[in-house]
């Protein structure tokens, strides 16, 4: 089987090493892939967002079936071109995967629905917004419409801020017309939590659960950014947490999708914070996330690409997907600077006994070197036993790959292993 899996990222790399591992896998293709995939998959260099150039690739390659993985692409209907050429896809359609691509529409998905969410209001002019603000609770969150590489999302401490936020997205179009309108919603507490999950839009199977460290640096101070570790299990995440949210989330997402005609198929990946009135929906992913893939999938003893092809045939009912009871740990290693400005160019070392549990994600090849190109440059992902024994393992691969500027968290886990031991 020849595969073509879309996007260039950690994630990715770890869609692609897992993919390998079906014996019948002969080719994989990674457009644009990156320095890094390009040990496991032949890179094209072809963009994400290059819906016409990926779909021609596809035809002239005779590829047997696509991933697609990132944002982008699927909001931008990737899956469906892919499909009118006859090639099966992982992933949702254009009509689908606004369920992320438009937070005016999730919101609204689910308060039709009576998904338990944070309160909020939508606006589509900054006067109105601004009028609204005078009266409204502080801390209060200000999101984009429509994707913002992540950075749509600003909680804001003072009414000042939340002004200052509402006249950079609606009217100095920081995210362009990503923020013609904008949901302004109720600040929740409680620790957070990923359910990555497979739905075929019948059947829906959460994957182990996750926890991400968005910040950038230590004891979740500083900016956001894509993703700084994760770590899988999630402990907050109970048997029995996971039960309402599979009646009171999952399920009636996926109906609901169904009832609007906009059938999910692929990983539906849902953002939940757990508040002291349960748990309710932060975000809503229309694809797996990163960096919580990286942990997720080590932790898959199923055959991806099986389980995969089950969503896009839709017999996911009918095929067993089962998760290893270990723990995983994943530290991402970045540019120092990241997430503002960082050099790049820098000799990447990974020593070959780690070659497997590294992902690789913004990293080129140049004359035969591994060479730093982004921010995030690569995770390191470690299963063991405990969820102690995964971060130390994790910690250890770290300390043994090399780059000049690198920067990382100290305190992947930390926040994880406290509630473990309060736990018990
Ligand atoms: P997102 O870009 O949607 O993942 O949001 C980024 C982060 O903002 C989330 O991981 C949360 O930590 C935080 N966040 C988003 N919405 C809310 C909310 N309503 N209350 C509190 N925190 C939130
Ligand atoms: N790690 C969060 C995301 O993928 O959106």
Same mark, same amino acid.
């Given at each position: *089987? =020849?595969?073509?899996?879309?996007?260039?990222?950690?994630?990715? %790399?770890?869609?692609?090493?897992?993919?390998?591992?079906?014996?019948? &896998?002969?080719?994989?293709?990674?457009?644009?892939?990156?320095?890094?995939?390009?040990?496991?998959?032949?890179?094209?260099?072809?963009?994400?967002?290059?819906?016409?150039?990926?779909?021609?690739?596809?035809?002239?390659?005779?590829?047997?079936?696509?991933?697609? $993985?990132?944002?982008?692409?699927?909001?931008?209907?990737?899956?469906?071109?892919?499909?009118?050429?006859?090639?099966?896809?992982?992933?949702?359609?254009?009509?689908?995967?606004?369920?992320?691509?438009? =937070?005016?529409?999730?919101?609204?998905?689910?308060?039709?629905?009576?998904?338990?969410?944070? $309160?909020?209001?939508?606006?589509?002019?900054?006067?109105?917004?601004?009028?609204?603000?005078?009266?409204?609770?502080?801390?209060?969150?200000?999101?984009?419409?429509?994707?913002?590489?992540?950075?749509? &999302?600003?909680?804001?401490?003072?009414?000042?801020?939340?002004?200052?936020?509402?006249?950079?997205?609606?009217?100095?179009?920081?995210?362009?017309?990503?923020?013609?309108?904008?949901?302004?919603?109720?600040?929740?507490?409680?620790?957070?939590?990923?359910?990555?999950?497979?739905?075929?839009?019948?059947?829906?199977?959460?994957?182990?659960?996750?926890?991400? %460290?968005?910040?950038?640096?230590?004891?979740?101070?500083?900016? /956001?950014?894509?993703?700084?570790?994760?770590?899988?299990?999630?402990?907050?995440?109970?048997?029995?947490?996971?039960?309402?949210?599979?009646?009171?989330?999952?399920?009636?997402?996926?109906?609901? *999708?169904?009832?609007?005609?906009?059938?999910?198929?692929?990983?539906?990946?849902?953002?939940?914070?757990?508040?002291?009135?349960?748990?309710?929906?932060?975000?809503?992913?229309?694809?797996?996330?990163?960096?919580?893939? !990286?942990?997720?999938?080590?932790?898959?003893?199923?055959?991806?690409?099986?389980?995969? !092809?089950?969503?896009? /045939?839709?017999?996911?009912?009918?095929?067993?997907? =089962?998760?290893?009871?270990?723990?995983?740990?994943?530290?991402?290693?970045?540019?120092?600077?990241?997430?503002?400005?960082?050099?790049?160019?820098?000799?990447?070392?990974?020593?070959?006994?780690?070659?497997?549990?590294?992902?690789?994600?913004?990293?080129?090849?140049?004359?035969?070197?591994?060479?730093?190109?982004?921010?995030?440059?690569?995770?390191?992902?470690?299963?063991?036993?405990?969820?102690?024994?995964?971060?130390?393992?994790?910690?250890?691969?770290?300390? /043994?790959?090399?780059?000049?500027?690198?920067?990382?968290?100290?305190?992947?886990?930390?926040?994880?292993?406290?509630?473990?031991?309060?736990?018990?």
């Amino acid at each position: *089987m =020849k595969i073509m899996v879309v996007g260039g990222g950690g994630r990715e %790399h770890a869609i692609i090493k897992k993919l390998k591992e079906n014996p019948t &896998v002969t080719e994989i293709f990674a457009l644009p892939g990156n320095g890094g995939i390009a040990r496991d998959a032949v890179c094209v260099n072809i963009g994400a967002t290059d819906t016409e150039g990926i779909v021609n690739f596809a035809a002239e390659n005779g590829i047997d079936y696509a991933v697609v $993985a990132p944002d982008d692409p699927l909001v931008l209907g990737c899956v469906d071109e892919l499909q009118k050429k006859g090639i099966p896809c992982f992933g949702p359609e254009k009509k689908a995967a606004i369920i992320e691509g438009s =937070k005016v529409f999730s919101k609204n998905l689910m308060k039709k629905y009576g998904i338990p969410t944070a $309160a909020y209001e939508v606006f589509d002019n900054a006067e109105n917004a601004l009028e609204y603000l005078k009266t409204a609770p502080i801390p209060t969150v200000i999101k984009a419409d429509g994707l913002a590489l992540g950075k749509g &999302v600003i909680i804001a401490n003072t009414t000042e801020e939340a002004e200052d936020a509402v006249r950079s997205i609606m009217e100095d179009k920081k995210f362009g017309k990503s923020g013609d309108s904008i949901v302004i919603e109720e600040f929740l507490t409680g620790p957070e939590v990923s359910v990555l999950s497979f739905t075929d839009g019948k059947t829906v199977v959460p994957m182990v659960s996750s926890m991400d %460290h968005k910040r950038a640096g230590d004891d979740d101070t500083g900016l /956001n950014t894509g993703g700084m570790g994760t770590v899988a299990p999630n402990p907050y995440y109970t048997e029995e947490v996971a039960e309402e949210c599979m009646n009171k989330i999952f399920l009636p997402t996926v109906n609901a *999708m169904n009832k609007e005609g906009r059938t999910f198929k692929g990983c539906l990946y849902f953002g939940l914070m757990l508040t002291e009135d349960g748990p309710k929906v932060i975000e809503y992913n229309c694809r797996f996330g990163d960096p919580e893939t !990286q942990v997720v999938l080590p932790l898959l003893e199923s055959d991806l690409l099986t389980v995969m !092809q089950s969503v896009t /045939n839709g017999t996911l009912g009918n095929t067993e997907v =089962k998760f290893s009871k270990k723990s995983a740990c994943c530290v991402v290693m970045a540019s120092e600077g990241y997430p503002v400005s960082y050099k790049k160019g820098f000799e990447i070392s990974i020593p070959e006994v780690l070659q497997n549990q590294v992902y690789v994600a913004g990293a080129e090849l140049k004359d035969g070197k591994l060479l730093t190109s982004g921010g995030r440059v690569l995770g390191a992902t470690a299963v063991d036993d405990t969820l102690e024994k995964a971060v130390s393992a994790a910690y250890k691969a770290v300390e /043994n790959i090399r780059f000049d500027n690198a920067y990382y968290r100290r305190d992947i886990g930390k926040r994880a292993l406290n509630a473990v031991k309060e736990a018990n």
